[in-house]
Nanobody, 118 residues
Framework: QAQLVESGGGTVQPGGSLRLSCAAS????????MSWYRQAPGKERESVAR????????SYADSVKGRFIISRDNVKNTVYLQLDSLKPEDTAVYLC???????????WGQGTQVTVSS
């Protein structure tokens, strides 16, 4: 029943922008810390950004600080990742992750492709 539906990926030029969305359902979204991860072919999955249940605390990987912004809407049950000043090394599949701190469970989205190329 728990589901994370991602959208917003695509192909952009270096310096361009994208906004990723992750729509959640079937679990305690308001009690869940939400994260974005990314994974390139042949490489390990890495954490990109994280946001606390109420949205008051955020953290970012050093490689994306100042360029990416994570946010959430607890009415729409959606988490976002704004990607600005994109670089070719940002190319990866971006995945949404929920950590339900009330039910002590973790859920993953299907992933959306981000490609940065000239």
């Amino acid at each position: 029943q728990a589901q994370l539906v991602e959208s917003g990926g695509g192909t952009v030029q270096p310096g361009g922008s994208l906004r990723l969305s992750c729509a959640a359902s079937g679990f305690n979204f308001r009690w869940s810390a939400m994260s974005w991860y990314r994974q390139a072919p042949g490489k390990e999955r890495e954490s990109v950004a994280r946001i606390s249940p109420a949205g008051g605390v955020t953290s970012y990987a050093d490689s994306v600080k100042g360029r990416f912004i994570i946010s959430r809407d607890n009415v729409k049950n959606t988490v976002y990742l704004q990607l600005d000043s994109l670089k070719p090394e940002d190319t990866a599949v971006y995945l949404c992750k929920a950590e339900d701190m009330f039910g002590n469970k973790t859920y993953w989205g299907q992933g959306t492709q981000v490609t940065v190329s000239s």
